[in-house]
């Protein structure tokens, strides 16, 4: 078995058909894990993030800015 392997057996009694039955059956389930998840579409965003707009015009500090409201 290669060291850059997804998992490692550690039993020192499986048989090759017992690997690569387990094998197997790992994979179908990433595959449907995967297929139940979707694509993905991006950077998710928080529903704090998405609720932030801008509210008013940005201050602009200078004279007669507390006037201009």
């Known amino acids: ?3 850059d392997s997804a998992f490692r057996i ?3 009694n ?3 058909e017992e690997i690569a039955a387990v094998s197997a059956v ?3 389930a990433l595959d449907e894990l ?3 998840q979707g694509p993905d579409d991006g950077p998710v965003v ?3 993030n998405r609720s932030q707009r801008g509210l008013r015009s940005p ?3 200078g004279p007669g800015a507390w006037c201009s409201f």
């Open 1 to 3: 078995m290669s060291e």
């Open 10 to 12: 550690i039993s020192k």
């Open 14 to 16: 499986a048989t090759d």
């Open 26 to 28: 790992l994979q179908v």
């Open 34 to 36: 995967a297929a139940a």
């Open 46 to 48: 928080s529903a704090w």
């Open 59 to 61: 201050l602009t500090p």
